[in-house]
């Protein structure tokens, strides 16, 4: 008997392992989206002044923050969407706001007006290809010196090829993270669930 009750112990204990882990995962992913949620009305807000998709305003803060107003990345940038001090003050100067600190950036409102300011001139930017997203996304990674380098032959129009052609490892994982994210989006929106 003890031999039988092993196999049904055991189908117990993985029962209650999947459980576990897909009760963690329901937990994590609630957690994720009450994150996505609570700034959403900034983002959307910001991205509606400089016509930007606010879906591509979203994927860009999630790529660069997850979603927390307080992130500081390695080279001084800050807030949700990780704007640097000299973009920070760009999008300042082009608002005429006086006096400004580019701490002022961890207020999620003012940090998603920036970052929303430097996505859209970005976009314009590559207008004449034929997705400037992904151009963009590279250039507010890593900064047109290096979106110039990468987009010679077919890649000054052919998103795809240019997107093969970008020369840093971790450049061309961020762009094509934030497209899929931008595609999810999308695709959620298109179901009502967005």
Request: with cysteine.
């Amino acid at each position: 008997m003890f031999c039988y009750s092993l196999p049904v112990k055991r189908r117990h204990a993985v029962a209650l392992i999947f459980v576990f882990l897909l009760s963690s995962a329901a937990a994590y992913l609630w957690w994720q989206n009450r994150l996505e949620k609570r700034f959403l009305p900034q983002l959307e807000a910001a991205a509606q002044r400089y016509s930007v998709d606010p879906l591509l305003v979203r994927a860009v803060a999630w790529r660069e923050s997850r979603f927390k107003a307080d992130a500081r990345g390695s080279r001084g940038e800050i807030g949700l969407m990780q704007v640097q001090e000299v973009t920070a003050q760009e999008w300042a100067d082009a608002e005429h706001v006086l006096a400004f600190e580019h701490a002022a950036c961890l207020d999620p409102g003012t940090n998603a007006l920036a970052g929303a300011y430097y996505l859209g001139k970005l976009l314009k930017r590559y207008s004449g290809t034929d997705d400037p997203v992904p151009y963009a996304l590279a250039d507010y990674n890593a900064g047109r010196g290096n979106v110039l380098k990468w987009n010679g032959g077919s890649a000054v129009t052919n998103s795809a090829a240019f997107v093969q052609q970008i020369g840093f490892p971790s450049t061309r994982r961020y762009v094509q993270s934030v497209m899929r994210r931008y595609a999810l989006y999308r695709l959620l929106a298109r179901a009502g669930l967005a």
